[in-house]
Structures are given as C-alpha cells and as structure tokens.
C-alpha cells in the first residue's frame, strides 16, 4: 500500500474517504476503550483513532506505541465528534477511523518533545538537529526558505539573468575577512580558498559577455560569529552589464517585492526611500538605520552658548559635537534607569550621558544649574520635547562617537519602550558611502565596501588629492534596521583600478599576484558593470519572524564554527595529513 496523502492535508474535503498515511508518532492517548495516535509528518498532523470493534490486533499493537515511532495508518476519514475539534491545527475537524496499522521502524524516546511548546535549550537541539528539525516551526522556516529561493529564480529569469555556478575551490585574495585554506594534495605547498563570495568571477562573466548573470551561492568567512552570522552562508548575488545605480535599484526592489508578495503575502510600497551615508548617520547614528520608528538625533552644539557645563565646554571648544534625542514618554526612567543607561552607552565610547525630563510642565535634571533656562525652552521647542518625555545628550570630541552611542540607545530605547510595530517592514538605500577609510591601526586607507568599487566620476579627480573626499558608487539595501544587501557600480577601467589598489597600498607586484586575473580582463573591453549580493539567509530570518540564522538554515554552526551534530571540525587520520602535505604542531 502507497501513501495516499500527507497527514497534514487531510481536511473536511476527504469525508468517508479510505486513506493511507505514513508519518511519526508525536503522542499516544490511551483512554481505555480507544486509543488516539496523533501522526505527523512535513505538512502537518493528524488523529488517528484506534477501536477493538475495528480492529482487535491494531488496537493493541498500538498500546505499545511511543512517541517517534514510524508508523503507517490506513482508515476512514470522518468528523470528530461535536466539542472535540481542534482549531489550532489544520486537521481539527475531521480524524481517521483506523483499519489497520504497521510500525514501519521504533524509535528511542526522543531527548525533547517535538511539539513546540517546551523550552528545550539549543545546545541540545542542535546536537540532535534531526529530530529539532522535525518541529512545526523550523520545517515552515525552511519550507519558506525554499519558496522564495524559487520565486528568487523565476523572478530574476523574467529579467533575463543566467544562472552560473562560479568555483568553491580558488584563489586567497584579501576580502575583509579571513579565508578559510583547503591544502591542495596535487600541489604541494600551495591552498585553494574557500570564496568570501564569487566577486572576481562574476565580474570576468561580464567581461565574457553574460550581461546578466544570478546565483544563489554560499559564501565562506572566518570570523567571529554571532546571531546573524555563520561562517558559510547564502546570498543572491546578481551583475549585470551597461548598467548604472538607478537600475540595480529597480531590479532588486521588484525582487524584494516579487518576494515578499509571494512568500508573505504582504505587498512592498515602491521605490524604496533613500538617504545618503552622511544622512542617514546624522540622523541616525547607523548606516543602517530601523524606520520602524522615530526618535531622530539632532544637533544641539550651537543650542548652548552660555552653559557652564563643563563637558559641553571642552567638548565645543575642542570642536566636537552635542548630539540628542527626544524619547516619548522616557520621563517614567527612575534615577536608577538613567545611571544604568549612562554605563550602557559607555560601550560605546560615549564619557558621559545628560539627560533633562519634562514632568509637571517643567524641566527636571542634576545638569539645569549649569544652564540657562532659555536655553533649556529653545531646546526643548527644537526637539518637540513633551509632558513626559525624556531629553538625552552625549557630546564628544569625536562626533562619530556620539553618533553611534545614541544610535544603538536609540535601538534600545525602542525595544524597551515598545515602539517598534509588529508585522511592519521598512526598506531603505543607503548610498554615497566613502570610497575609503583610514584605519588608524595600519595607519593607511582601507576599502570601505571591497576594492573593486568604483569612485564617482565627479571625484576621480580627487583620488590622490583627497582621497578621504572621495564618494564610492555604492549602496546598501536595509530592511527593519538590518543590512539584508549591498552592492557598488565596479572599476571597469585598468588604469583607475591600478589607482585604487595604490591607495590602499597595495602596490603592481602584490596586484599582480593577488588580482592579475582580473586586471588582465580588464584590458580586454571589460563593459560597465554593477551588482550586488542579498543576504538570503538573512532575509528568511526576517520573512519567518526568526531571531537568529540558526533558525533558518538545516545545519547551521555554533557561536564557536562546530557543528553539535556532526562533531565538526574533527580529527583527521595522519595518513591524510601527510597526503596533503600538512604536519600539525
């Protein structure tokens, strides 16, 4: 006998229908008389009633029935009796009246129970990841993710892109991160490079002639990991030929739409709003800032003239920046609150947190002696500050600290204030970000995307005069506070990629060695050319309301790169060793 349905599809449509069903035991009810089997499989779960009057041998075959069990039931479809239907799971109204069943192979009593309800700690499921798998969340997470890997391929098809597979195994080329080295048994001495992502071969495919091409690829980096991060992972990357930022934009956002609408549901609005990298970090504190909600920073350096605080003071005259936020309602934080934010923010860089409440139509804080109260007024009518609210400033000598520091507050805030809106999803570009940035710590100008991106060409100009001032033609694509995607117009001319790689000191032998590949088809007509890569792993996150990758991905690794499952990484034999010519120390 062949399946004849999944557990989960059985519905009111199949009364009095015979049907053949294979799945998992998730419980076994015995209430002296009948026994109830609740099989589930992909789709769902369904009742299975056992009788003596129905069959004698089955009922008590299924007395013995545990939980994991696999089994196959074969009956009737009929309504469950009135009072004793199930609304919370697709099968409630109807059971099956079983005529026989078989135990296709026992289990061991599973380590947890796999209905969902139970906390069950992720070392745990992770190391027994085959059967954490079998729950109804993860299964939709990644029947999800499957559905709009598909509507990720029809869609870019529609668009006349071509799908090609680019190489695991290439070359070590610097790319942000550490790679992760396969030795090479055919080549003593030498190591493949496992890609950070397929940036070189998809630029070569543009100057093979593709135009456009797609692929949904995984990615590996050696780095430390956290939620949103795995040291292999997927993104959508796309190139496409003859082409300027205005037409990455729209290509991508019907994706994202197409997606979205597919997937969820849930209709995008169109275009996408845009801020600069300036912009965005003014008003935000973030280059990928959540527009969920409010709370804007705003500037107040030139709102104090005639404090007497000393940390606005020094922070003015050494020529630094107040920045603040107006938090509705934040007047309710203790004095206790206040001070334990102040710690918090210190992580950040910040020295120090003001703050002035409103409370019973005036303000209230230890820092008013110290200033003027029309200074206070003008202030609080700038930032629309309220009955309630709460006023935050940080100043610093470094303005990016004092950005970032309420930036990430403001994070914070929200979530511990319960401003940001259920079900709501806000895109955003990023765009004119810095083609570079100096790095203290190598005292030299670093790529601030990768170094294939392409400057402005209002600022070629500039390239050696002020590199600093130089716009890169980039763009990151956020969605709900998370970078979900970024991507750059590239450098398809050999004479202004060479002048990049020299600002970052990486001089013609280097360039040569690491990168001659593609400075050598660069020569050969490469077009223009841009693309970008969408983190997939990370949009399913977002789709499925999960908080981490790992509740995304099949296999994913811990916070350490191992995999509780399979015991990697692990041991390998000394005769493999010395095959690859590799000798441990």
């Not at 076994?28 to 992909?42: A, E, S």
């Not at 598909?150 to 290439?170: A, K």
């Not at 811990?558 to 690859?580: F, G, H, I, N, Y």
Request: charged share 30%; proline share 5%.
């Amino acid at each position: 006998m062949k399946r004849t349905d999944f557990c989960g599809q059985v519905t009111a449509r199949d009364l009095g229908r015979k049907v053949y069903l294979q799945g998992w035991v998730q419980r076994q009810r015995d209430h002296g008389g009948l026994i109830f089997v609740d099989l589930r499989d992909r789709e769902g779960l369904i009742q299975v009633v056992l009788s003596p009057e129905q069959n004698q041998a089955a009922y008590e075959q299924a007395k013995e029935l545990r939980a994991g069990y696999v089994l196959a039931a074969w009956g009737l479809v009929r309504m469950r009796p009135a009072g004793t239907e199930n609304p919370e799971i697709k099968t409630g109204e109807v059971e099956v009246s079983a005529e026989g069943i078989e135990v296709l192979n026992p289990a061991k009593t599973p380590p947890f129970l796999l209905d969902g309800k139970a906390e069950v700690d992720e070392q745990v499921r992770l190391r027994y990841r085959y059967l954490d798998l079998r729950r109804d969340k993860l299964q939709a997470n990644l029947i999800l993710r499957h559905r709009a890997a598909m509507v990720v391929r029809e869609y870019l098809d529609q668009q006349g892109f071509v799908e090609i597979e680019t190489p695991f195994l290439t070359k070590s080329t610097p790319e942000g991160a550490r790679d992760f080295l396969v030795p090479s048994r055919l080549n003593p001495g030498k190591f493949y490079a496992l890609p950070q992502s397929p940036q070189l071969f998809k630029q070569i495919l543009m100057v093979a002639g593709f135009d456009r091409y797609f692929q949904i690829v995984r990615c590996f980096r050696d780095e430390d990991l956290r939620a949103d991060r795995q040291p292999e992972f997927t993104q959508i990357d796309l190139e496409l030929s003859f082409v300027e930022q205005e037409d990455l934009y729209q290509v991508v956002e019907g994706l994202v739409a197409r997606v979205f609408e597919r997937a969820l549901g849930v209709k995008v609005n169109l275009p996408f709003p845009r801020l600069s990298y300036r912009e965005a970090m003014e008003r935000f504190g973030s280059d990928k800032p959540d527009l969920r909600y409010g709370l804007e920073i705003s500037d107040l350096t030139r709102d104090f003239p005639r404090s007497s605080f000393n940390r606005f003071t020094e922070v003015v005259n050494g020529g630094g920046r107040i920045k603040a936020l107006n938090v509705p309602g934040g007047s309710r934080f203790s004095r206790k609150d206040l001070d334990d934010l102040t710690a918090w923010i210190g992580q950040f860089g910040a020295k120090g947190m003001g703050w002035i409440k409103s409370e019973g139509g005036k303000p209230v804080s230890p820092i008013l002696k110290y200033l003027e109260p029309s200074e206070v007024g003008t202030v609080f009518q700038k930032m629309g500050v309220g009955e309630g609210d709460l006023l935050v400033l940080v100043a610093d000598i470094n303005p990016k600290v004092a950005l970032e520091a309420l930036g990430r507050l403001r994070i914070h805030l929200a979530e511990k204030l319960g401003l940001v809106p259920a079900g709501d999803f806000k895109f955003l570009w990023v765009n004119d970000f810095p083609l570079l940035e100096w790095s203290e710590e190598e005292k030299r100008f670093m790529a601030m995307h990768h170094p294939f991106t392409s400057p402005r060409d209002e600022d070629l100009e500039k390239l050696e005069s002020d590199p600093g001032g130089v716009k890169a033609k980039a763009y990151d694509i956020v969605l709900n506070g998370m970078e979900i995607g970024g991507g750059s117009i590239r450098i398809h001319r050999e004479e202004i990629q060479s002048r990049v790689f020299k600002l970052l000191g990486i001089g013609p032998e280097e360039a040569k060695e690491k990168f001659g590949f593609l400075l050598e088809a660069l020569q050969y007509g490469a077009p223009p050319h841009g693309g970008l890569a969408l983190g997939f792993d990370r949009l399913v996150m977002i789709l499925s309301g999960a908080d981490s990758l790992r509740e995304v991905i099949a296999f994913p690794k811990t916070q350490k790169a191992v995999c509780l499952m399979t015991d990697a990484p692990s041991d390998v034999t000394e005769q493999q060793l010395r095959e690859s010519h590799i000798r441990k120390r």
